[in-house]
């Protein structure tokens, strides 16, 4: 396949002097001015300092090198590629929320990445966004399919989810009873964001955002804004980040549909926020191109904004794709209004349904690097990618036959089960140093890289069965919280300290 950019364009090629170094991690960084001009980044909570003399925020760049989360390369500009620890982080923070979608009532799907182009013209992306995308050709012409007209299909490498969602609605028959009908999607998105404004995970070319569609009557609308925005608080609260603002973003100057649908849309969207007793600001002109959105909106350690979480108003959608269900005393249902004459009840007619568009966390990676500069390094246990490390104290047998045991049982493993046998891994991240170096030079670079947890296996574990395990790591649970303060130092058999893991990890600290 050959990737080039819309309208149509074969992609540029290498120059010799991109091609002098295959990889480089994470982000390279421009050279620091010296120190007597130094302007420093500073958190966003801070006032501006009188002098240069206070640390730089953290940068999610440096960080994630020195935590070795991601890495770039000159052969995909603006697709960061996740490394081991980085993987482990985006996996829990999908993990969360598949297990939200659940309170929520979302349900997983997963879409194409590639379709032709006629379904982007379908959706007005072809139209209206098209700048932004990159098409896909065969590049063998035996291979050439083509099309109705007999031209090369072509096809578009996706934005967005939402037309594959909307051909998922429209694949069966719908009543009023089935709404909302709520769709999620954690495919990869492909945006061809200018080159110059690629950096680390913030500004990215491929991504994955937790995109969401509810399906829903006009009279669930107020309904559905309500429970998403309690789901962005829930999720926010959890990882810690704000406060954040809301932005109300109205009709931009390039839009489909007529402006009696915005302004309907607009309305029920103004309407929701203050019923719910949210404060926003009003950002007119920079709705999406097929209706008004709700943007999340947050501050890095530098105090620059970013757009994570949102939720999009659409009526045009549905039009275009020829979305309806069926619902009594049709007309009414259009209004968001209901009735109790039983002649308008007993007559069933199609209904157009509301398209909200929705994500949480917004681009993953995205969220990635403000949790990063947010953490800067002491990473809450449960989202930590070096959770647990055993240490020996001395190369022993007795000791090293413990300590590889305790590993065994924390990563929910085990070398005497059955090779037909599958595994039933815990998902903890735990790591064994059982080389010769003194204990405490082990304890120094363990604390060194963030460790939560530090088990130390000596004679006396043997002897006693047990392990010692420093705690000092994990967060303490906040004033909120029902957990228990955990003991800084304490000795427990390895059964015992997975599941005391297992419930720290359960309770997001």
């Given at each position: 396949m050959a990737v080039g950019q819309?309208?149509?364009?074969?992609?540029?090629?290498?120059?010799?002097r991109f091609l002098t170094s295959q990889f480089r991690v994470a982000q390279r960084l421009p050279a620091r001015p010296p120190q007597s001009r130094v302007q420093s980044r500073f958190c966003a909570s801070c006032d501006s300092p009188a002098t240069a003399t206070k640390p730089p925020a953290p940068d999610h760049r440096e960080l994630g090198l020195q935590q070795e989360l991601f890495?770039?390369?000159?052969?995909?500009?603006?697709?960061?590629?996740?490394?081991?620890?980085g993987a482990r982080i985006f996996n829990r923070l999908l993990d969360f929320l598949r297990k939200q979608y659940v309170r929520y009532g979302f349900q997983e799907v997963i879409t194409p990445t590639i379709y032709k182009k006629a379904l982007w013209a379908k959706s007005g992306h072809l139209e209206n966004y098209a700048d932004d995308m990159y098409t896909v050709t065969g590049t063998s012409p035996s291979r050439a399919e083509a099309s109705e007209v007999g031209e090369e299909a072509e096809y578009g490498l996706k934005p967005m989810n939402c037309p594959g969602h909307c051909l998922i609605f429209a694949s069966q028959s719908r009543s009023y009873r089935d709404l909302p009908i709520r769709y999620a999607d954690f495919s990869p998105l492909h945006r061809n964001e200018i080159s110059g404004a690629l950096s680390g995970l913030t500004r990215v070319r491929r991504f994955h955002q937790d995109d969401g569609h509810i399906f829903c009557r006009p009279a669930q609308i107020k309904e559905e804004i309500a429970k998403t925005l309690d789901f962005v608080r829930l999720t926010y609260g959890i990882?810690?980040?704000g406060p954040y603002r809301l932005v109300l973003s109205t009709r931009p100057e390039q839009y489909i549909g007529s402006a009696e649908d915005w302004e309907q849309?607009?309305?029920?969207?103004k309407q929701a926020l203050t019923e719910s007793g949210h404060e926003y600001t009003l950002n007119e002109g920079d709705g999406?191109?097929?209706?008004?959105?709700?943007?999340?909106?947050?501050?890095d350690s530098d105090g620059k904004e970013h757009q994570t979480a949102t939720i999009q108003l659409d009526f045009q959608l549905p039009k275009r794709f020829n979305l309806e269900y069926a619902a009594p005393a049709p007309e009414y249902e259009k209004r968001g209004e209901t009735t109790t004459d039983p002649d308008l009840l007993a007559n069933y007619g199609p209904v157009q349904p509301v398209?909200?568009?929705?994500?949480?966390?917004g681009s993953a990676e995205r969220l990635m690097a403000l949790l990063i500069e947010h953490y800067n390094g002491k990473w809450p246990f449960w989202l930590n990618p070096r959770q647990a490390i055993i240490l020996t104290i001395n190369g022993t047998q007795p000791v090293l036959k413990l300590a590889r045991r305790t590993h065994e049982v924390l990563l929910g493993i085990s070398s005497e089960c059955s090779e037909t046998?599958?595994?039933?891994?815990?998902?903890?991240?735990?790591?064994?140093?059982?080389?010769?170096?003194?204990?405490?030079?082990?304890v120094r670079d363990a604390r060194a890289k963030g460790y939560g947890l530090i088990v130390t296996v000596g004679p006396r574990d043997v002897e006693n069965g047990t392990v010692s395990v420093d705690m000092v790591g994990i967060p303490k649970p906040d004033e909120s919280s029902q957990a228990p303060p955990m003991p800084q130092d304490t000795n427990m058999s390895p059964e015992e300290l997975r599941e005391t893991m297992r419930a720290i990890a359960n309770s997001y600290r």
């Open positions: 819309l309208p149509f364009l074969r992609a540029p090629g290498f120059s010799s890495m770039t390369s000159i052969y995909s500009p603006g697709s960061p590629i996740l490394l081991p620890n990882l810690g980040l849309a607009e309305g029920s969207l999406a191109f097929y209706g008004p959105k709700i943007d999340i909106i947050l501050k398209l909200i568009h929705r994500a949480v966390l046998a599958a595994a039933s891994p815990s998902g903890f991240a735990v790591d064994l140093d059982d080389s010769a170096r003194k204990l405490g030079a082990k």
